[in-house]
């Protein structure tokens, strides 16, 4: 009998643990600081892009703190590691949500962007992605994107090559089980000429390493674009350095930017001709860019430095500077305002024309009526053929 | 025909590492009648340690060094891991293992970080072959595995110590009778199919110069795979097997409609071995004795 | 300890299930609103319990290794999800649609462990490892490669989530359910069949046991409600994605099988309760670089509890001191008569010395002491 007594004793108590949560409540009505929370890799393969998000998100929301914050008010930075996996998400959502979450930069990759999307619309919290470029990430009018989404530079790619190589035959080389390789890869093709003849070769996560094969796939092409991130593409571009003929042009996306720093790949040792799509150039000689990388190099190291980074410190500003609108057209945002209220302020803002100006990734950037940015693509030469 | 060639030769070479790992694989199982989980990340242990010495510029220094802290290593994982475990179940055995292989991989991230890192061994370029490029580095990884391949057959079949070798593989308690030294014979198959696996590092960064912690993960479970097929415990098995896989892959990525389902392809063919032909192509039908 | 003719120790587990279950529920009917964090914890603790007993199944009672048990769960939680999102448009988000989605998860998964068992099983040896390990790898590619209209491809499969304030509850309804169904398989006469199995093969068939039936029947039901718990999982996330069910997702629930003690299903319930916990705790402590330590520790406690449980050379040491003799210091009972109750059925029946009865061959114990380099 004393048995069943303990196991009484025992359940009561762990029932007693949860009796201290109450009924629905307010997690921002104790916030002293306006709190943006982040979900993103910090650790894992993916881990790179995170600390990127992270570092240059916490040096926008420093600077912007050392001028005053809005109002007087400051921001604070909440990250949450997803080690770029959708489940966590969930667990990591709700902890920023009882952190006192009131804004969101959503989180840093696609995979767990999809899970963060079906969250946030059931508490509707606004966000606004750096770096998750899935087609419907911002599916849901709270979500919004801050780099291109995947569909459309897969189109913008597509034009290109449509405009410089009109009955020619291109090399196509994408990971197949990737969405951004695949997001991209699919509008490609969807909008490619009929005139232009592929080859295609693709690779996926069991084998990033081997591409002996696909190189020789693509032995007859003197285009090959590329839609994949630069590790992989460093290491074909070093495989294929004396197998593809020199006069070969490499075509990639943003994932391209940060290749010619890769560790342990030297650029100029292969002769083949780099070009890249993107929003932002890591070596960027003038203008905002030039500014934010010399800033977040002397803060944090030339490592992490990518267009992830880039994306995020707009993000910040972008953010801040759609609140200071609506305080300045007359809408009162205190600092325990809740998710919910600041998602539609937000929402009328990037709906109304709210156009972000000299920032990092762009000029004059704004949002269409579904979430996606428009701002212009620009072509990089990362190295020229030698 | 230039690009069946060519899809031959990759083949081949890709069979050739998966035939040296899957040697290292056998000889083990033969042998010590456990199924080494950790000997695909000795391979990885390899590489990062051709990577680090590689810092000199010295290729056969690296190699050298590799081999040497390969076969330490296996001879270590050995005595701490599975030698106190001899004599329990199999499946706490198996299990150990994963759990060393685990170790590896995670001792490997906390060290050298996640991101893969690039090191070139050395490069020997390339040569016109009846109208296709091959690589030297292909055509190397090929000799050097048929020539291991024979002298541990030859070795196996008519040295003292290889014949006791096939003795504790038949009969551990009647070998140890038979006055072989059981533990020594064991330790030795682990530094064997260690240095191969030190070597097989070697090859797979002549072929794809990068070293990450998951490098020796899936070639592992590939020349497992292949061991399998090729009949385990068998040399000659390991060797086709290897091949085999090796050949299946090229081809399979050269078939665009097919070429995302390679891992898919390969793994089926395994099980279909298993359904039809259990012993795999080469091996022994072994008699279970009470 | 008995209550009439009922041993309370069969229904120890469902009783402290059953009691957090009741007074959990009873708050959330009264109305009090529980954090989302507790909720989704408790989600995915009533997920890995459920994986933890049904991996249990194969790895501590059938004597087999499974690799590839986050694969069943994959196929269950895509064709679950699958069939959840075309039944809740005309059924609606209820206990309707869950519950057929549930049946088709199981089943697929079940379908699956068939697949894999015929032609590993009937074999002796590691291949079963081998093979759900091979499965697994192809369950993920061939998923990550569908269109997106059939299972979303790379982008995951998007699932109805089900109302987070109850969906706790039916997940631990269905933990009762795993523990009354495997409980039951293993004291029933299969059961029994299946632990001779594991301890002699040889002598197991000699007395007339189908060895391969009841392999594949054991290995059939572990899969099928790994698939359950695919189901479930389907129904706590929006995407399902092939990627989470790697490698690495079956080692974790194989560590929670080794810690919980292998056999010990209560073991099992722990171990999942306890690491799952920690996977959501130690991120948060564990931050940047050093989040590799927690890999680090599931592979250092593989080793060392397989080591130290396993040993031949420990043996004497074990005796001496496990959390049994332990416990019964503190209880002062005889330790004697505690091993003589022959209805803990949670305890995992010490090897039969079948092989001594049977076994003609030397062992190198027969010979003395084994001492390194074998013979002096």
Redesign the interface.
């Known amino acids: 009998m004393k048995k069943i007594l303990a196991i009484l004793m025992a359940a009561l108590m762990i029932a007693a643990m949860f009796t201290g949560c109450g009924s629905e409540k307010s997690y921002t009505a104790n916030n002293t600081e306006y709190v943006i929370g982040v979900s993103g890799p910090l650790t894992g393969a993916a881990a790179i892009y995170g600390k990127a998000v992270q570092n240059a998100a916490q040096l926008a929301v420093d600077e912007i703190n050392a001028a005053g914050g809005l109002n007087g008010i400051m921001f604070k930075l909440e990250m949450m590691d997803d080690q770029h996996k959708a489940d966590k998400v969930s667990g990591n959502y709700s902890a920023l949500l009882e952190k006192g979450m009131q804004l969101s930069l959503g989180t840093v990759t696609t995979d767990p962007g999809k899970e963060f999307k079906n969250l946030s619309v059931e508490d509707n919290v606004f966000f606004l992605t750096p770096s998750a470029s899935g087609d419907e990430i911002p599916a849901n009018d709270n979500g919004y994107q801050m780099c291109f989404a995947d569909g459309n530079q897969g189109k913008v790619a597509a034009q290109f090559v449509n405009e410089n190589y009109a009955g020619q035959t291109i090399g196509l080389f994408y990971k197949s089980d990737d969405n951004y390789s695949k997001g991209i890869y699919d509008q490609f093709k969807a909008n490619l000429d009929k005139s232009v003849t592929t080859v295609e070769t693709s690779f996926n996560e069991a084998n990033t390493t081997d591409f002996a094969t696909q190189i020789d796939t693509l032995k007859s092409c003197t285009f090959i674009f590329m839609p994949i991130y630069y590790t992989p593409a460093s290491i074909f571009m070093t495989q294929a350095k004396d197998l593809l003929a020199k006069e070969t042009v490499y075509y990639g996306c943003d994932g391209f930017d940060g290749i010619d720093s890769a560790d342990g790949f030297d650029i100029n040792s292969i002769p083949q001709k780099v070009t890249m799509l993107s929003h932002f150039n890591s070596k960027a000689t003038e203008g905002a860019a030039k500014t934010f990388i010399d800033k977040y190099v002397a803060k944090y190291g030339k490592d992490t430095l990518n267009q992830f980074g880039a994306s995020a410190y707009d993000c910040v500003y972008a953010l801040y500077g759609a609140m200071k609108k609506a305080i300045d057209g007359g809408k009162k945002i205190p600092v325990t305002i809740t998710a919910s209220e600041l998602c539609e302020i937000l929402k009328s803002e990037f709906q109304g024309g709210y156009t972000v100006t000299g920032a990092v990734t762009g000029d004059n950037i704004t949002w269409d009526a579904k979430g996606y940015v428009n701002k212009s693509a620009i072509q990089y030469v990362i190295k020229e053929a030698s | 025909m230039e690009v069946i060639l060519s899809t031959l030769i990759n083949g081949l070479s890709l069979g050739g590492i998966y035939a040296m790992i899957a040697l290292g694989y056998t000889m083990v199982y033969g042998i010590a009648k456990m199924l080494n989980f950790a000997h695909g990340d000795i391979i990885m242990v390899g590489g990062y340690v051709i990577f680090v010495v590689m810092a000199t510029g010295n290729p056969l220094l690296a190699v050298a060094v590799a081999v040497i802290a390969c076969v330490i290593l296996g001879i270590t994982i050995e005595r701490v891991a599975y030698r106190p475990l001899r004599g329990a179940s199999p499946l706490a055995v198996l299990i150990t293992a994963i759990g060393v292989s685990y170790l590896l991989q995670s001792l490997a991230q906390i060290i050298f970080g996640s991101a893969p890192k690039m090191v070139t061994v050395y490069e020997f370029g390339s040569v016109q072959f009846l109208g296709a490029t091959v690589q030297v580095a292909s055509l190397v990884t090929m000799a050097v595995t048929v020539v291991v391949m024979a002298v541990l057959t030859l070795f196996v079949k008519y040295t003292r110590l290889g014949r006791a070798m096939i003795a504790v593989s038949e009969d551990r308690d009647a070998a140890q009778l038979m006055g072989i030294n059981v533990n020594a014979i064991i330790t030795i198959t682990f530094a064997i199919g260690s240095s191969l696996a030190a070597l097989a590092g070697l090859f797979y960064l002549m072929k794809a110069p990068n070293v990450s912690f998951t490098m020796g993960a899936m070639p592992g479970i590939k020349a497992f795979t292949a061991a399998v097929i090729g009949g385990i415990g068998s040399i000659p098995g390991a060797m086709l097997g290897g091949i085999l896989l090796g050949v299946v892959e090229s081809i399979s990525y050269k078939i665009t409609a097919i070429a995302p389902y390679t891992d898919a392809i390969e793994f089926s063919i395994l099980i279909i071995i298993l359904l039809v032909r259990p012993t795999g192509f080469l091996g022994k039908k072994r008699r279970e004795k009470v | 300890?008995k209550l009439g003719k009922i041993k309370?120790n069969h229904y120890?587990n469902y009783?402290?299930i059953g009691?957090?279950l009741i007074?959990?529920s009873s708050?959330t009917v009264a109305?009090?609103?529980?954090?989302?964090?507790?909720?989704?914890?408790l989600e995915?603790v009533a997920i890995g319990i459920i994986l933890a007993v049904s991996l249990s199944l194969v790895?501590g009672f059938l004597?087999?290794?499974s690799?590839g048990h986050a694969g069943f769960m994959c196929v269950g939680a895509y064709l679950g999800g699958k069939v959840a999102a075309l039944l809740v448009p005309a059924l609606g988000n209820g206990v309707l649609a869950f519950v057929i989605s549930l049946l088709a998860g199981c089943a697929a998964a079940a379908v699956c462990g068939i697949i894999?068992g015929?032609?590993?099983l009937?074999?002796?040896?590691?291949?079963l490892?081998?093979?759900t390990?091979?499965?697994g790898?192809?369950v993920k590619?061939?998923f990550?490669?569908t269109s997106y209209e059939s299972f979303g491809?790379?982008?995951?499969l998007?699932t109805p989530?089900f109302d987070k304030k109850y969906l706790f509850i039916i997940a631990f309804l269905l933990v009762l359910l795993t523990l009354m169904v495997v409980q039951n398989y293993i004291r029933s006469k299969h059961g029994r069949a299946v632990t001779a199995i594991r301890d002699n093969e040889?002598?197991a068939r000699a007395t007339g046991i189908n060895v391969t039936k009841y392999k594949l029947m054991t290995f059939t039901l572990s899969a099928a409600l790994a698939g359950m718990a695919g189901v479930l999982?389907s129904y706590?996330?929006?995407?399902v994605?092939s990627?989470?069910f790697g490698?690495n997702y079956s080692?974790e629930m194989?560590v929670m099988v080794?810690l919980g003690g292998?056999g010990s299903i209560n073991g099992s319930i722990i171990a999942a309760a306890l690491i799952t916990w920690l996977n959501?705790w130690l991120?948060?402590k564990l931050?940047?670089?050093l989040?590799?330590?927690q890999?680090?520790l599931?592979?250092?406690?593989?080793?060392v509890i397989?080591?130290y449980?396993?040993?031949?050379?420990?043996k004497g040491f074990r005796d001496k001191y496990n959390l049994g003799v332990l416990l019964n210091k503190f209880k002062k009972h005889d330790a004697s008569k505690i091993n003589d109750d022959k209805a803990k059925w949670d305890v995992v029946p010490t090897?039969i010395s079948m092989d001594e009865v049977?076994?003609?061959?030397?062992?190198?114990?027969d010979?003395g002491p084994?001492k390194?380099?074998?013979?002096k």
């Open positions: 300890m309370i120890i009783l402290v009691l957090l007074v959990l708050m109305g009090v609103r529980f954090d989302n964090s507790l909720l989704f914890l995915k790895v004597g087999e290794l690799l894999v015929i032609p590993a009937r074999l002796r040896g590691d291949y490892a081998i093979v390990l091979a499965f790898e192809i590619s061939l990550r490669n491809g790379t982008l995951g998007d989530r040889i002598a999982y706590s996330n929006y995407t994605q990627t989470q490698y080692i194989l080794v292998m959501t991120p948060t931050t940047g670089d989040a590799v330590l890999n680090l599931y592979a250092l406690v593989l080793i397989v080591i449980n396993n040993a031949p050379k420990l090897k049977l076994s003609v061959d030397f062992t190198p114990q010979l084994d390194e380099g074998g013979r």
